[in-house]
């Protein structure tokens, strides 16, 4: 088993993912809100589904030491904790394009298995919390959060998460504050934020639990490009879940996530002092 090193302990898949796992369960049952759903559609979705993986066994004839492959690396992907991480890499960006195909303002992006509700309240202009000597090269960012019809939003909430220089979350990786680079904005009475944080590392998916394994096995790779996450919300409009990303990344034009789009990629500006800084906006859909 091949792990990362990181200060103080080691970072393994099976213990990220069972934190995500932890995580996802915490909040809410997701079954209520579907409790409503009519038979006739869950068997439609199942039965297509189910239809898929027919034609694809049936086409490619698939043997029976390859059904058994797979059961056992479905079984391996639970006792790793890492269906969040399988679903949020290969599925949600498909839902997440589904989901804000009728926007006007910003369409956004997935949200991956790593948010954390109730980050600490910055206020309107602050740093995120991070370790006195935080690696990284600083970003100071200036926003404003808008309607679509133009109009400021005045305590809009803007949530940011993201990885640190060595492209560990907190809460997911071992040795790191607990919300270490998570923080909650509000926007002044112009909607605007202004936000001091470091510029984070590309994500490289655990390569020693069964994504890994699923991974290797096809020959693919396992980056993400650095990125920030962002939740903003605002009274009376849909909420934006976004990744914001950097221009040059090797790895913007084939995020194992699918989760890059050209809007969502910065503009950075060197500020001659080791560090960037950066202009950009959320437009809001009305409800
Ligand atoms: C991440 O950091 C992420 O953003 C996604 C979508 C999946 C895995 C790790
Ligand atoms: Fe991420």
């Given at each position: 088993m091949t792990t990362t090193e990181h200060p103080n302990e080691v970072a393994t898949a099976a213990a990220s993912g069972a934190s995500a796992t932890e995580r996802f369960h915490a909040?809410?049952?997701?079954f209520e809100a579907v409790k409503d759903t009519p038979p006739e559609r869950v068997a439609t979705l199942i039965n297509e589904v189910l239809a898929g993986v027919h034609d694809t066994i049936r086409k490619h004839k698939v043997t029976y030491d390859e059904y058994n492959a797979l059961k056992a690396w479905l079984i391996n992907v639970g006792e790793d904790g890492e269906w969040p991480l399988f679903l949020d890499v290969w599925v949600e960006h498909v839902v997440e394009d589904v989901a804000t195909e009728?926007?006007?303002g910003n369409k956004g992006s997935i949200e991956g298995p790593y948010y954390v509700p109730n980050a600490p309240d910055q206020g309107s202009k602050g740093a995120v919390p991070?370790?006195?000597?935080?690696k990284g090269d600083p970003l100071l960012w200036n926003g404003q959060v808008r309607s679509c019809d133009g109009t400021p939003l005045a305590g809009a909430k803007v949530e940011l998460w993201h990885a640190d220089d060595d492209g560990y979350y907190s809460q997911f990786?071992?040795?790191?504050?607990?919300?270490?680079l998570r923080a909650t904005f509000t926007t002044d009475d112009q909607g605007n934020f202004e936000i001091t944080t470091i510029r984070p590392a590309p994500y490289m998916i655990p390569t020693d639990g069964s994504c890994g394994k699923m991974i290797s096995a096809a020959g693919w790779h396992p980056w993400r490009p650095a990125h920030l996450h962002l939740k903003v919300s605002a009274p009376g409009h849909e909420q934006l879940t976004a990744q914001l990303y950097f221009p040059g990344d090797a790895h913007n034009d084939d995020d194992v996530a699918s989760a890059?789009?050209?809007?969502?990629?910065l503009d950075p500006q060197d500020n001659g002092k080791g560090g960037y800084t950066v202009a950009y906006d959320f437009v809001l859909d009305p409800v």
């Open positions: 909040d809410k049952s997701p009728h926007r006007e991070m370790r006195e000597d935080e990786a071992p040795g790191i504050p607990e919300w270490n890059v789009k050209p809007e969502l990629i």
